[in-house]
């Protein structure tokens, strides 16, 4: 069993705001242009314009419906390694190509001592790790670690390539280790969540709910009552994640 480092200095993540994301895919398709070089290259397209196109995405957009009739509502779910705490893939990996970076926490696969075994993905409960079967290795979101980390790069460009192709600006990247970073306040403020949090893998990556709809059409509502918080069971939000958690489940 591959062990976990006691404590990361770091824990640098993605913060996505659902509310915001409008499923346009830059994010894949920036992620996927950045990495046929670097660290997790190439990502290999197997007959891409044929009858059975297939190959590895590190970043993946779901498109949901949710809801019925006029309370309605279309969810954007993009889905990629949420480089957990206490991560599965990691303690199962039996040659060690899985790991936990100590210094900010970041979870890699060294594709030279991969032997694609699968055990990896079969651990993981959110889907996040990719086959390649042309390099027959384990293939996952590495936060861009090569942009991140190349000073060569102007200071705007060092973050993850989906968070600087975001036109809607729903990608948020940062250090949710530390309380006072941008990424953390934004998540405090929002009541980000944690997806499965009953797995106990302790996900870094957090997802900032849908706001609730407001119909432009109908009069205000003016109301003593103090407002229902974001995480209260049966409002919008804890319904949906409740619905996210069952179908990432299946």
């Known amino acids: 069993m591959t062990a976990l480092p006691e404590k990361t200095a770091k824990k640098l993540g993605l913060v996505i705001d659902l509310d915001t994301c409008v499923g346009c895919q830059a994010c894949a398709t920036s992620c996927k242009e950045w990495n046929t070089g ?48 206490t991560p599965a893939c990691v303690t199962v ?27 990896c993905s079969w651990a993981c409960p959110y889907g996040a790790r990719e086959y390649d079967y042309a390099d027959g290795v384990m293939k996952k979101c590495t936060l861009c670690i090569d942009r991140i980390y190349n000073e060569t790069l102007a200071p705007e460009d060092r973050i993850p390539a989906c968070v600087r192709a975001c036109p809607t600006g729903a990608r948020h990247f940062g250090d949710l280790g530390d309380p006072k970073s941008a990424v953390s306040m934004l998540v405090a403020e929002r009541g980000g969540y944690d997806l499965l949090p009953e797995t106990g893998y302790k996900p870094v990556n957090k997802y ?41 489940s299946r």
């Not at 009069?219 to 974001?230: C, E, K, N, T």
């Open 38 to 85: 670097g660290y997790s290259a190439p990502l290999t397209d197997e007959d891409p314009y044929g009858a059975d196109p297939h190959g590895a995405w590190l970043n993946r957009i779901h498109t949901y419906e949710v809801g019925e009739g006029s309370s309605s509502r279309t969810v954007h779910f993009p889905r990629s390694c949420l480089h957990c705490e």
């Open 208 to 248: 900032l709910p849908p706001r609730p709809r407001h119909d432009a059409t109908a009069a205000p509502v003016v109301s003593d009552s103090p407002p229902v918080d974001a995480g209260d069971d049966g409002s919008f939000t804890a319904r949906f994640f409740a619905w996210a958690d069952k179908m990432l």
């Open 93 to 119: 990996c039996p040659t060690g190509a899985s790991y936990k970076r100590a210094e900010d926490g970041i979870v890699l696969v060294n594709p030279d001592t991969c032997i694609g075994c699968k055990l």
